[in-house]
């Protein structure tokens, strides 16, 4: 089925929804579109000669990892990466929201992919829009630059022009979380998708620079180096959420909780910039400017929360990765909800 045709598909179900969700998917269609329409496959790109040396490199670079990916790791087998986008601009906003006086994601409904705990959105005036209109609800949010996205094997995912100054590992790590999605998606699952993506990311990324660059590479160094400072941050994430949920369950008003729950924010800040020193890469470098709120915490926690558990089920399986995903596929299709409630829990 083409991308066009999915598109107009996809329309044919707004009617039936509520007049915001139908302008906001209404607008989510239109700019995938625009992006579906103007990407140029790889190979014009790559005779064209337009591009320097590196950015060719790079795009080459995602063909293997996404062969890797499908060859070595059983990921699905789609047309994603075969077109390129050129852009000047972030290629996506995420919106995450909280209530105030608890750890409690705000959610939208969405049809296809259900539930989920974030907004995606195309430009940054609507998603400041967005996040306004839920600050005026009473609600903490989060606003970020998304650095890739998925439709989930729905469209055909183009190499963005914005990929090709990362290095290496991030570029490998990035893909093969994409590509996850668009392999294993657990619907109304928003934080088990995203760290079953984060963790087969990680381990096929090291995998993949391994068996390229060997395992004494600066390459694989790097990628390493990466998943230290991530479980340091994956650990300072967790601590956070315990001591912000011992707080809120505290038996006082909701007025004294958001009133003192800034001297909480500010204890866990001032232990952030305490372990800053033990990071051995700039990934979460100026996170100690951000203000903190409860979305800002959750939004972290999706990705990264509860890692023990995917990386106790590796070791399990022999550290054999093409097992993980197999393992998923199947019970994303089986349906078996006991096992997905043990799993998650």
Known sequence: ?????????????????????????????????????????????????????????????VQAVKRFGEERLGLKRTENYTKYFD????????????????LRLYQWDFPIIGRVTYKSIFTLKEAEKEKADLERK??????????????????????????????????????????????????????????LATFIGN??????????YGSASKEVALATAYQEDEFLFARWIEEAYKTLSDFYDRPISREEKLRRRQEVFKSIQERFIEMQGNFKTSCYKGFERIKLNNAVLLAHRTYLGRMDRFEDFYLKLGKDLRKVVEFFKELKSSKDKNVLTAFKE
């Open 203 to 212: 381990q096929g990324a090291l995998l993949f620079l391994t068996e390229k």
């Open 87 to 102: 852009t000047d601009r972030p290629v996506l906003y995420l919106l995450t929201a909280s209530e105030k006086d608890r």
């Open 1 to 61: 089925m083409s991308g066009t045709l999915k598109i107009l598909l996809l329309f044919l179900f707004l009617p039936q929804l509520g007049c915001s969700h139908f302008l906001y998917l209404s607008r989510l269609g239109w700019h995938q579109s625009f992006v579906t329409f103007r990407s140029v496959p790889v190979q014009e790109v790559l005779e064209d000669g337009f591009l320097e040396e590196e950015s060719r490199k790079k795009i080459e670079l």
């Open 138 to 195: 009473g609600l903490d949010t989060y606003l970020q630059q998304a650095a890739a996205y998925s439709t989930l094997g729905w469209l055909k995912d183009p190499i963005f022009s914005s990929m090709l100054v990362w290095d290496e590992p991030t570029l490998v790590n990035v893909i093969l979380h994409e590509m996850v999605h668009a392999t294993i998606y657990f619907k109304g699952e928003t934080a088990l998708n995203e760290q």
